[in-house]
């Protein structure tokens, strides 16, 4: 799934000309971690956590590929009502 339409946008707000640089890195990111893309709220972890900065994203990331589950609790993704939480942030799907 790596980037769907809603986060693609935040990226694109986030990270402007250089977004579609920013979603090949997730991409990249996604397939060396899980070998596969990753599902939305992970990929929505990384850009809560980069908030716009490219540093901040390289920091996500390399906590995604060390434990995806730390990734989450510190975007404040890990509890039951993250699929809430995704679309305050996102809007909804």
Known sequence: MAVTDRIAVAISDQYGNEADSVVSLLKEAEL???????EERITAAVVILANGSV??????????????RDLLI??????????????????PK
């Open 32 to 38: 060396r971690a899980f070998r596969e893309l990753a």
């Open 74 to 91: 510190a975007a404040e993704l890990a509890d039951v009502n993250w699929p809430s939480t995704l679309d305050d942030i996102f809007g």
């Open 55 to 68: 540093d901040k994203l390289l920091n996500a990331i390399q906590l995604m590929e060390t434990d995806w």
